[in-house]
């Protein structure tokens, strides 16, 4: 495979959809920068929202397709408006598709402590979890707005 012409890969790459092709870019270098191509995800999105949505939304300063691809879709999933949503187990405060901020893994931290011991060396204690009660109330919003999205979208219906 590694012989084969990037212009043989990129018209293979151009057969996937945004899930596989985000999904060969993890296989190795190669396909990452290959599956990053701007015209493979300029096609994707004009397929998906139509040439003039296209025009309208092209990349401006550093951002690439896959970028726009990517704030257009999280608009599509979860809305304009303001809110927190969870992807794995990290939690984003999202704004206009864009993620303003990361609020915390539901993962516990950890952190540790460093401190000097009575010869005057430093030694490691134990790592000791560390959460605020925000990311605590932060969690639970969230939780709040996953469990109620099936009545909202029932209501919908």
């Known amino acids: 495979m590694e012989k084969l012409p990037t212009d043989l890969y990129l018209k293979i790459f151009c057969w996937l959809d945004h899930q596989n ?3 060969a870019q ?3 270098r190669k396909w ?4 990053s191509d701007e015209m493979l995800w300029c096609n994707l999105f ?3 929202w139509g040439i003039d949505n296209a025009t309208f939304y092209a990349p401006v300063d550093s951002k690439s397709w896959k970028d726009v691809f990517i704030v257009q879709d999280r608009c599509d999933r979860v809305g304009l408006g303001l809110k927190i949503i969870m992807e794995g187990d990290d939690c984003f405060l999202v704004h206009q ?3 303003q901020r990361h609020l915390g893994s539901r993962e516990p931290e950890s952190r540790t402590f460093n401190s000097i011991n009575n010869r005057g060396e430093e030694s490691i204690d134990e790592e000791q979890p560390c959460s605020s009660i925000l990311d605590k109330i932060l969690f639970f919003v969230g939780d709040m707005e996953t469990a109620s999205l099936h009545a909202k979208r029932s209501r919908l219906l």
């Open 21 to 23: 092709l985000a999904a």
């Open 97 to 99: 598709g864009q993620i």
């Open 26 to 28: 993890l296989v190795c």
């Open 32 to 35: 990452r920068d290959l599956g």
């Open 46 to 48: 004009k397929e998906r």
